[in-house]
């Protein structure tokens, strides 16, 4: 299917786990994307692991260098990847809607916990009861469901995570011509 997808952007949310950096790898090259990961951009802006900026500067410090991300991409023809906690923020959820689509992967609790089982890279994980960790999940959940668009990933592979986002793209691009 060769389809135009030029100047659309496309923001990947939802929670640690559900798939965001694998899809948007994928995605990008299949349609032909520059990808950017606000979590890669903050690591590689301010030269430190978001580890070290939870533990050094706060949580809330790395929350105002994810609305530095969004306030720096290039424009068009871009998929972003964020942080499961880029949403939480008001301001990136409009910088977000203005720029583009915001397609919301949904995981279930029990998968994201498998999924990220021994992971030390995210602070948020560290040390949390599954309890804890769904307590996250629940106070984040209508901040994911304001998004355009919704995918339940939890059974699905990258694949076909991608092909249904292909599928989204192609609806939002008719309906806007
Ligand atoms: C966070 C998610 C992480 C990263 C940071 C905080 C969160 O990204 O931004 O550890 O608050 O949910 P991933 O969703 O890619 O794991």
Redesign the pocket.
């Known amino acids: 299917m060769d389809r135009d997808y030029k100047g659309v952007n496309i923001f990947l949310t939802?929670?640690?786990?559900?798939g965001?950096?694998s899809v948007g790898k994928i995605l990008a090259q299949n349609i032909k994307f520059r990808l950017v990961d606000?979590?890669e951009w903050i690591e590689s802006t301010l030269g430190k692991s978001?580890s070290s900026i939870?533990s050094e500067e706060g949580?809330a410090a790395?929350r105002s260098y994810?609305t530095n991300a969004l306030n720096s991409l290039p424009t068009g023809d871009l998929i972003v990847?964020?942080?499961?906690?880029?949403v939480?923020n008001e301001h990136n959820r409009k910088i977000m809607r203005d720029k583009g689509i915001i397609i919301y992967l949904h995981c279930d609790i029990e998968e994201v916990l498998k999924r990220t089982r021994g992971d030390t890279?995210?602070?948020?994980l560290q040390n949390k009861t599954k309890e804890q960790v769904n307590e996250?999940f629940k106070q984040r959940k209508s901040y994911y469901e304001d998004a355009h668009y919704q995918i339940d990933t939890t059974n699905l592979t990258i694949n076909e995570i991608v092909e249904q986002i292909i599928l989204i793209v192609n609806e939002h691009k008719s309906k806007c011509q």
């Open positions: 939802g929670f640690m786990g559900a965001k950096s606000t979590d978001i939870f949580e790395f994810e990847t964020t942080g499961g906690g880029i939480v890279t995210r602070p948020l996250l």
